[in-house]
C-alpha cells in the first residue's frame, strides 16, 4: 500500500473511532446517496450536516469534520455491503427506521 493510501486509511480509522462506526457508515451511505445526481449542492449539505448534529449529539464542527472524513472514504469505496451491514448489526430496528428516515430526508433536500 502507498504511503497516500496508508495515510487515508489512517483517516478513516479515526473517524470511526471518533464518531462512531453507525455514524460513519450513515454518513458514508448519505453521501453516496446525496451524490448519486453529480450535485451535492448546499442544501443537502446543509441537511446532511444538521442531521448528523442531531442524531449523533454533534457540534456543526465535528459534523462538518465527520462529513470530511466520510467523503474520503466514500471517494474510494467501491460497495455499500460494509457499511449495510455495520448499520444492520449495531442498531435497533427503530433506529434502522430513523436512518431511511434521514436518507429520505436528504434525498428530497435538493427538491
Known sequence: MV???RAEVTKTQAAEAE???EA???TCLALELAKADDDF???EQDRLRADLAHHFDLSAE???RLVQAAEVHQGQM???YGL???LRENLSEA???VVIETLWRLAYADG
Open 3 to 5: 504511503w497516500w493510501r
Open 19 to 21: 464518531f462512531g462506526a
Open 24 to 26: 460513519f457508515a450513515l
Open 41 to 43: 449542492d448546499a442544501r
Open 62 to 64: 465535528a459534523a462538518q
Open 78 to 80: 467501491v460497495e455499500t
Open 84 to 86: 449495510t451491514r455495520t
Open 95 to 97: 433506529e434502522r427506521v
